[in-house]
């Protein structure tokens, strides 16, 4: 039987099925059962009539046929015969032989009943047979053969076959009617419950069901109509609910994506379009695999992540780096929430917030981080390279003072003091650099500078870029910081290296004069007329785009992001910076795969001439003081000792503030000039000047350093501190500061 086409037949088919079948069977009951049952009452009854005619008819012959009286049983026989449904009779003696027999033709086969058991009652065709014992006195003397008709009996049972085939027909007839009725009763309602369900299913939900009745049919349509109440109410809230969700799905900044554990796109919300420049439609359905949406390695790190996920294991919020459809590379912190339908994970929702601003301010910290650090080291390195200068620097002058110029020494001592004290400058153009002191502008010679420069840069650029220079020019003198002119080229040429890395080529610096007329500066900001030199810096490397172009010299703008070579967006805002600074301007020329050439404009300055390192020239002043020195390096403070020994004073020395503290306070008054450190352990030496000052508040002291931020001139001032100078300085400068502290009192 087919189970699912039961399921789908109508409720009043289903009902018409059970009660046919149910008359059927309560049919056949009546049609069968019922007749059978008659029939075996009508023919136990049949025996039991004809056991009893047999028993009483055999009481009546066992006399005669004890005494083989022949009449006396052919009286008993007579009046037997005389019954309406006799058949026949046979009477047997002792010894089995027929004594008597009436109708003997009806009788088929005596002999088998002679042999059957006694005693028995039997139906044959129409006939109830019945054999007995005849007994007289306990005493067995023969046998009663007894056949008496039932066709009367079997005509009733006819006739109540009949009967039950009629009723079972009636009743059949009767239940296919109820069955009717009740389906109609039943299914009424429940069509209108249908029909109802059919406006709501199509968005009527104010209809409702009368109720008419208290029965089960009644309860379904009151829990119907209160069903469609709460789904009025639900629906309402629910489409307010998904507007609301719409609007914040739609308007969100962040990116809403659900997807399948296999990555496969199923809905995501419009701001991707804002983030990646893909449009919904072109996303959904589609595997992240096969959308070249993710950066190499951030594909590897959240299918990694994935796979946790889904293995139970918790994940926290990751930046990936994605690549827009355009190609640009861009930053987001994905959080991801596992959707689970029956305790396994079947779908997840992720939230993408855009970092790449975040990410570039990140980067920028961390570049400030960078060159603070860079200036903060550069300040120690400053500090320790200052006090070995100081040392050779003293030393060597120290020795030329000893010795005649004439001695074939003296000029190597001249080589040593001019490339210590280029060593001093350099060391003052690092600080300057990393903004730990003020920057000053001096007239130099511009093509100097750049060949320095590109020696310099030389050994950091690739075998693979040939260097080309032109800096020999008429007129290169410019008023300008060396420091900043330095970091300036050194920016041009590295930007142009950077295009170059991957290809190589030719860079190219060259230095012109030029004449700028009052039409000429038209073009240019910040210009005057009059006579510039121009810093041409070429690369052949691929060009800059014309969408870009105005925006190069923007902090923080860079196009470097791929590879080895990555840019801080810092190099040509600085370079234009320090140009503005200058009274310069730069100017751009580019194209898509010919390289660029960067044009710096710096007016040239013809009443000054470069100032060189002047070497000694005229006698050192000298005295006979008494002077304390304090450092905590032991070869300077003998070093100082010496010098200042060998301008004819006195000096006693102390190696730290605490010893020299010491000293002061058991001959304040024998000393009349302290020269001490700035930077010692324990003491610093603006600490030491002032538990000086409380010894003796009018002692005159020298403050030297070769790099310390805590020195200002404001903090000298407070303080009283009657010079300030920086290491390595020169012997004719120290005995000139002293002279003219010590002649002032």
Known sequence: MNVSFIRNVTIRYKLLCAFSLLAVFLGLFVFIFFPYQQRRQILEQARENSLSIAYMTADNLAVGLEFEDRAIIQEVLQILQQKRDFEYVVVLDKTGGIFEIINSGKITDPTNLDNAEIPICTIADDTAITKIPITYQNSTVGMLL???????????????????????????????????????????????????????????????????????????????????????????????????????FENVSDVIVSYTTDMQVLDVSPSVERFLGYTADELIGRRFQDLNIFAE????????????????????????????????????????????????????LSIVRDTTDRKDIEERLLQSQ????????????????????????????????????????????????????????LIRQILSFSRKTASKKKALHLGALTKETLTLLRSTIPATIEIKQETDCASDIIMADATQIHQMILN?????????????????????????????????????????????????????????????????????????????????????????????????????????????????????????????????????????????????????????EHLGYTVEIALDGEEALELFRRQAHAFDLVITDQTMPYM?????????????????????????????????????????VMKPYKIHTIAKIIREILDVR
């Open 684 to 724: 610093t030496g603006d600490v030491l000047i002032q538990k000086l000052r409380t010894v003796r508040n009018d002692i005159p002291v020298i403050l030297c350093t070769g790099h310390s931020d805590l020195i200002t001139e404001k903090k000298i001032q407070e303080q009283g501190i009657n010079r300030f």
């Open 492 to 644: 041009l040429c590295t930007n142009a290296e950077q295009e170059m890395h991957e290809t190589g080529g030719i860079l190219t610096v060259s230095l012109t004069n030029v004449d700028l007329t009052e039409d000429d500066i038209l073009q240019y900001q910040d210009l005057k007329p009059g006579t510039h030199t121009k810093l041409t810096v070429k690369d052949t490397g691929r060009g800059i785009d014309a969408d870009i172009m105005n925006r190069i010299f923007e902090p923080f703008f860079t196009t470097k992001q791929k590879g080895n070579v990555k840019g801080t967006g810092l190099g040509l805002a600085t370079v234009h910076g320090i140009i503005k600074q200058h009274k310069g301007d730069i100017h751009v020329e580019s194209r898509p795969g010919a390289g660029a050439s960067f044009q710096v404009y710096l007016p040239v300055v013809k009443a000054h001439k470069p100032e060189d390192t002047p070497l000694p020239s005229t006698p050192h002043p000298t005295g006979s003081e008494r002077i304390l020195v304090v450092d905590d390096e032991q070869q300077l403070a003998e070093m100082v000792q010496q010098v200042l």
């Open 297 to 348: 390695q951030s594909m590897h790190e959240a299918q990694e992540k994935l796979n946790k996920l889904l293995q139970g294991d918790e994940i926290f919020p990751a930046e990936y780096e994605f690549i827009t459809k355009d190609g640009v590379r861009k930053y987001g912190e994905v959080s991801t929430t596992p959707l689970r339908e029956g305790g396994n994970v079947t779908k997840l």
């Open 370 to 425: 960078k060159l603070e650090a860079i200036g903060t080291l550069s300040g120690g390195i400053a500090h320790d390279f200052n006090n070995i200068l100081a040392i050779i620097l003293g030393h060597t002058e120290l020795a030329m003072d000893l010795i005649s110029k004439k001695h074939t020494a003296y000029a190597k001592l001249e080589q040593i003091l001019r490339a210590s004290l280029k060593a001093r400058d």
């Open 146 to 248: 007894l056949g008496l008709s039932i066709k009367n009996s079997i005509a009733a049972i006819e006739r109540t076959t009949m009967i039950a085939l009629v009723v079972s027909i009636v009743l059949v007839l009767i239940m296919i009617a109820l069955s009717f009725l009740i389906g109609n009763i039943i299914t009424r309602p429940i069509h209108r419950v249908i029909a109802a369900s059919s406006k709501i299913a199509d968005g009527d939900f104010s209809n409702r069901l009368a109720v008419h009745t208290h029965d089960e049919v009644g309860q379904l349509a009151d829990a119907f109509n209160k069903m469609s109440t709460k789904l009025e109410i639900g629906i309402s809230e629910l489409e307010r609910s998904e507007e609301r969700y719409r609007l914040h």
